[in-house]
């Protein structure tokens, strides 16, 4: 095994951006937070070049010993030329070329990605999808994407859109998506569709199990409250669950039927409520793909669990590097 290189790594969310120094073998080194949270680039930008710049300075590398690094943003982002372009949680940053900025700031070249492709990656390398070719990552978070691995590649597609699983339209008369389409598996299944739902139904329902489990207050029902009111056994908050369960298993078989991927790893819901959630999905996907792609399928949580936001910039430089043959993945083949 080749001696680990230092890569720093730059996770941008909606409220938070995760900085992180690591090994090329997924040693964390040391990681820092930047607030997002409503703020203008031009202030952030400057603040994550200097948690870098800090990072490095507290440990025994510097700028010179790096040979990458990685940036990953939620969607829409131009992945040829690095620039994000808006995403609808972080409206103050239209067309930002990030980067080139941090390529700049620290003189080495920097790779990007959104960050569905970059969580999969890292679950790829460092995760539950090692040693193997093909597997998928999940977000299942306030919304859901894919990162995809297919025969031992990263799928980006033609236009570079590959992964957007959650737009796959489940039912065509549906509840309407974000994106504008009818019934995707998102308007289903995602934190933020499936809680915007659930505060319209409830509304006139103070007394619901899902309420009490959010404190009362209908503004605060989450996903958590409803898993809470589900394990109180209330009729309706099971409803909407084995619903949602149902259309999880939906999706999931298709992506089986389609890429017949040895792991399909999961993120956030699956990784909060474990048997709640995957239990009854594990009972439900036969109905949805062949005997042969799911006798072939783990489905599983997500390994990196709290270290995904850390080590999803740094999969990302260092996937970069493995397409270009300057790097050799973790485990041998
Ligand atoms: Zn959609």
Known sequence: MKKPFPVLG?????????????????????????????????????????????????????????????????SPMDFRSGVIQQPHNMPRWID????????????VPAFFDN??????????????????????????????????????????????????????????????????????????????????????????????????????????????????AVRENDPFARSVWDEMIERNAQAMGMLMNVFNPAVIALGTIAVHCGSLFMDPLLARIPAYCWPQMNKACRVVPSELGGKAGELSGIATALYSLYERGEWELPWSR
């Not at 994106?179 to 569709?193: D, I, M, Q």
Request: hydrophobic residues 40%; aromatic residues 6%; negative net charge.
């Open 115 to 228: 960050d569905a492709n970059a969580a999969g990656t890292a679950e790829w390398l460092f995760g539950a999808g090692r040693e193997t070719d093909d597997m998928i990552y999940l977000t299942m978070s306030t919304g859901i994407g894919a990162g995809i691995i297919a025969s031992g590649r990263l799928l980006r597609g033609a236009s570079f859109y590959g992964g957007e699983a959650g737009h796959m339209v489940l039912d065509v008369k549906g509840p309407v998506c974000n994106c504008g389409l009818r019934g995707c598996y998102e308007a289903f299944c995602g934190g933020l569709a499936l809680e915007t739902r659930l505060k319209k139904q409830l509304a006139d329902q103070p007394d619901s199990a899902i309420v009490r489990a959010a404190g009362g207050d209908v503004a605060k029902v989450t996903v958590r409250a409803l898993a809470q």
């Open 10 to 74: 730059f996770d941008i969310g909606g409220t938070k951006i995760a900085v992180c120094l690591a090994l090329s073998d997924g040693t964390i080194i040391n990681s820092a937070r930047v607030d997002n949270r409503d703020r203008s680039p031009d202030d952030v930008l400057p603040e994550m070049a200097e948690a870098g710049r800090k990072l490095l300075a507290e440990s025994s590398y510097k700028a010179s010993d790096l040979r990458a690094l990685g940036i990953d943003s939620p």
């Open 96 to 107: 930002v070329p990030i980067r080139d900025f941090l390529s700049r700031e620290f003189g």
